[in-house]
């Protein structure tokens, strides 16, 4: 009989890329770590760790015996749903995540109207990252998030991971009121070529898609200054430091000197849903995603 324990200390492994990694998130110490995975390859008698490098790398033993440990886990996670069945109304605990924006604009207000609806179910919102949204999505410690879709994301095949399309978000070109740009919509991207350009810092998924949008227009852009959240970017536009694409979801200060300017070919980030596999039938999960689609269907418009 295999350990389910052992089994999920290399499901972490999988998932955070080393053991020490996996050990930290699970709060063991590397040894104990390696050696649940140990004790686990001698009960099935195969390797499932080899030597890469510095570090390890799974076995085809591992990566099979993954397979079945993720399925397994939507199983546990529909089991949960069906224990369920018979509260139909929504209750208890509902963890949400996801980037700052879909904070903003879809997850609290979508909170408010779940816990007004159902007034036995306790929401609580947290803001976080990307990776992770997914990190606490396998760790448990989250039951939806709101996360982009980056190339560094897990695949949408994933067997952990259930991801749907929620809305696609254009990015406007935003330049100081006055510019010679600001009374023209829409534009063509390529016009804003010899500009300054405010981007966001190299390591956030938004990068990606507008330096993506500039190289579609026919130009690499002249990036002077970079920033965290589209706030202090906007900012920066409003001193006159440089232009800057920024998603319409973003909800900029209003007092603030610049102008949004529709770009003609609508450079866009698309936004996901993502829950376990297997648990996004449960009744919290899918009437939160029922107010998230309603939201998502006016919030960029």
């Known amino acids: 009989m295999i350990d389910l324990r052992r089994l999920h200390v290399l499901r972490a492994v999988a998932h955070y890329g080393t053991v020490t990694a996996a050990a930290r998130a699970l709060h ?26 510095r570090g390890v790398r ?20 529909q089991a949960e749903r ?12 509902l963890r ?15 909170a408010v109207r779940l816990q007004e609806r159902y007034p036995r179910l306790a929401v609580q919102v947290r803001e976080v990252g990307v990776p992770e949204s997914f990190d606490l999505l396998f760790a448990g410690e989250t039951d939806l998030a709101v996360v982009e879709a980056t190339p ?64 579609a227009a026919g130009f690499s852009p002249d990036v002077v200054h970079h920033a965290v959240e589209w706030n202090v970017t906007a900012q920066l536009v409003a001193h006159g430091l440089g232009v800057a694409l920024i998603p319409r979801l973003a909800r900029l200060d209003t007092h603030l000197p610049v102008t949004r300017v529709r770009c003609a070919d609508e450079p866009r980030r698309r936004l996901l849903t993502c829950t376990r596999r297997g648990a996004e039938d449960r ?5 939160a995603l029922a107010e998230l689609r309603e939201l998502a269907a006016t919030a960029v418009a």
């Open 152 to 215: 560094f994301s897990p695949p949408s095949g994933d067997a952990r991971f259930a991801q749907r399309p929620l809305l696609d978000d254009p990015f406007d070109l935003v330049v100081p009121v006055g510019h010679p740009l600001a009374g023209r919509s829409p534009v063509d991207l390529a016009e804003a070529a010899r500009e300054r350009w405010i981007a966001p810092v190299p390591e956030s998924p938004c990068r990606t898609h507008v330096m993506s949008a500039c190289g």
């Open 28 to 53: 063991f110490t590397p040894s104990a770590a390696s050696q649940q995975i140990r004790q686990l390859a001698r009960e099935l008698d195969v390797d499932l760790l080899a030597p890469q490098g």
């Open 58 to 77: 799974l076995t085809p033993a591992a990566e099979s015996l993954l397979a079945h440990a993720d399925a397994i886990q939507a199983r546990w996670e």
């Open 96 to 110: 949400v995540s996801g980037l700052a924006t879909a904070v903003s604009v879809l997850l609290a207000p979508m």
């Open 82 to 93: 069906d224990l369920r069945a018979e509260r139909d109304a929504p209750a208890g605990p």
């Open 283 to 287: 009744p919290a999960i899918g009437a």
